[in-house]
């Protein structure tokens, strides 16, 4: 961009700019017939391919022209990972206007916040959440109309919903078409709030660069690995990062698309799976944990699906084994997070690797691994002083790149870069081979009279017992060492497990000081809108629990 210098000598190379339409465009061009299955929120299955895909994104693209839609506008989605939510991302982004797309999990009042903040014009929404709009549409004044996606007979003809259109509608009366417009790469193409556990949500705004760059990268061997042999089920959301990139990525590589709609239970997920013979999916522990449990109590097996993404929050070393011993499902731990795409790093084994143990292959592997090119990343104390990479030493983690973020939406927080660097809030190792562990984020981590104890660690070993499904480490208050580690649990049915026994497991697999200094069983633990654990409502809740005094 202009703040460099310019060579004399320029390349003379064509300079087309990169826009998501020429995903969609290359898809229905080179894998036209390949297909996209959706389970629709109706529940039957629904399938065509990136040729009509494109066809209907046109007719959508026509449709939001009509409405006015200039470049730059925002259209807002509350949807399930479906056709018709991918035909939005490319109709909107690719007609110059921004996907927003919200996560339908935060609470109403956010999602209000969220739409208004983003001066939403549209808003794209699937049937299920028709009491979410009920209950926002008069506190969303910007908004011209709400489109349900759906066909006409299933729209609500009690006038509850102001200036409510019909998707369907919208593609019928409309012509296929359309030219894409070129405008700037760098313009904006979507925009996705983070999760927001402490104050207001803020906004990720990426732009066509830096998603097609991201696309590109992260579609790689050793990043996401994806190609047009592959069917791909993107169980991470649509919603909420762009489904890690895969509604680009596979049909940049002309890959199959499986969509499971709202259907994230094992069965559902276990069927589809079979059905549409998916090969590589995504999506964060506890999802698989639901599809594992199913698996295992009716006693299956995958016939097709040989690789798994896990990222969002740490993947359990246990998952991983049983994922890759019982199952032969090869499984990459990422790391990544909204502002930065959100891919950052993939842990895949390079050639050295091949030689070594399982055990020595498995050490490597539960790490969240290497940078993906395009993506740099260190680690530095409290001063901002690198820290050495020895695997052993842990810092804050910084990261850059084309694809990261440079600052929020509307410059909310002010400047977040440190140096040019984004502080991602982690605290992370890295080895001698540039391989990347998260220890904890920085807000979550146990200091222990002035020592930090890590609890993705305490919550790894918990959850290699075979008793425990879950478990969650929290610091609570202790009268001479400020925090001591407090492990909450949730039991497997059926079983007998106490805590002086869990407390016994954890003899020899970790520092002894870092042992929990007690154990709660509880039913299950509080998710947030992601299916991340929320560690800030069990401090909320254990914050008065006194620990059995030594
Ligand atoms: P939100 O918490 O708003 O949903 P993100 O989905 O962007 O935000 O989450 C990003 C955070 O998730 C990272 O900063 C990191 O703490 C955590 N995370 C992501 N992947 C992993 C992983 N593989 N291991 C451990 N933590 C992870």
């Given amino acids: 961009m202009s703040e460099y210098q310019k060579s004399p000598l320029m390349g003379q190379m064509m300079s087309k700019p990169l826009l998501i339409s020429s995903i969609i465009e290359h898809a229905d061009r080179f894998f036209g017939q390949n297909e996209i299955v959706s389970r629709r929120v109706e529940g039957d299955i629904h399938r065509y391919n990136y040729s009509e895909c494109h066809q209907r994104a046109k007719k959508l693209a026509n449709a939001f022209q009509q409405l006015g839609i200039k470049i730059g506008d925002r259209i807002g989605t509350l949807a399930w990972n479906g056709y018709r939510h991918l035909e939005a991302y490319y109709a909107v982004s690719g007609s110059g206007a921004v996907l927003h797309t919200i996560n339908p999990r935060l609470h109403p009042e956010q999602i209000a916040y969220i739409v208004n903040h983003g001066e939403d014009q549209y808003l794209l929404f699937d049937i299920t959440f028709l009491p979410i709009i009920k ?48 405008f700037d790469e760098n313009s904006a193409s979507s925009l996705c709030y983070t999760s927001g556990t402490t104050g207001h949500p803020k906004g990720a705004l990426y732009s066509h660069r830096s998603t097609i760059l991201h696309s590109l990268a992260s579609a790689m061997p050793d990043g996401l690995n994806v190609s047009a042999r592959d069917s791909v089920m993107p169980v991470v959301p649509m919603f909420h990062v762009n489904a890690w990139g895969l509604p680009y ?12 709609g709202p259907h994230m239970d094992g069965k559902s997920l276990y069927e589809l799976f079979e059905q549409e013979k998916v090969t590589f999916s995504a999506g964060v522990p506890t999802i ?24 969002g929050s740490a993947c359990p070393p246990a998952m991983m084994k049983t994922l890759r011993h019982t199952y032969g499902i090869e499984v990459v731990h ?43 990343m260190k680690i530095v104390d409290d001063s901002g002083k690198e820290l050495p990479w020895n695997g052993i030493t842990y810092g804050n983690l910084l990261v850059k790149g084309p694809w ?55 919550e790894n070993v918990a959850m290699s017992h075979p ?11 202790h009268p001479k060492w400020d925090e001591r580690p407090l492990l909450l649990v949730v039991k497997k049915p059926g079983v007998n497990i106490d805590k002086q026994e869990l407390i016994a497991f954890y003899e020899g697999k970790i520092a002894k000081w870092w042992t929990p200094d007690d154990v709660v069983f509880i039913d299950a633990l509080p998710l947030g809108a992601t299916g991340k654990i929320l560690k800030n409502k069990l401090r909320d809740q254990f914050k008065d629990y006194h620990l059995p005094t030594a």
């Fill in 249 to 260: 990525s596979a049909p940049l590589t002309g890959a199959k698309l499986v969509f499971p």
């Fill in 467 to 477: 008793d425990v499904l879950q478990a969650a480490c929290i610091g609570v208050f």
């Fill in 404 to 458: 990261i973020i440079s600052s929020y939406f509307k410059h909310e927080g002010g400047d977040v870069l440190e140096d040019g660097w984004f502080p991602t809030g982690d605290v992370a190792t890295i080895d001698a081979d540039g391989y990347m562990q998260i220890t904890d984020r920085s807000k979550d981590v146990i200091k222990s009279g002035g020592e930090w104890i890590g609890t993705i660690d305490l």
């Fill in 334 to 376: 990422a790391w990544g997070m909204t502002e930065m795409s959100p891919l950052g790093t993939a842990g895949t084994l390079q050639a050295k690797h091949m030689s070594m143990s399982e055990a020595e292959q498995e050490a490597v592997l539960v790490k969240q691994g290497h940078a993906i090119y395009g993506v740099d």
């Fill in 135 to 182: 209950a926002i549409a008069e506190h969303c004044p910007l908004i011209k109309g709400f489109v349900m996606m759906c066909d006409r007979d299933r729209l609500p003809t009690d006038g509850s919903i102001p200036n409510l259109l019909c998707y369907e509608d919208l593609i019928n009366a409309n012509s296929d078409e359309f030219e894409w417009p070129l």
């Fill in 288 to 311: 698989w944990l639901g599809l594992l449990t199913y698996v295992v109590q009716n006693n299956l097996t995958f016939s097709t699906f040989k690789r798994t993404v896990i990222g």
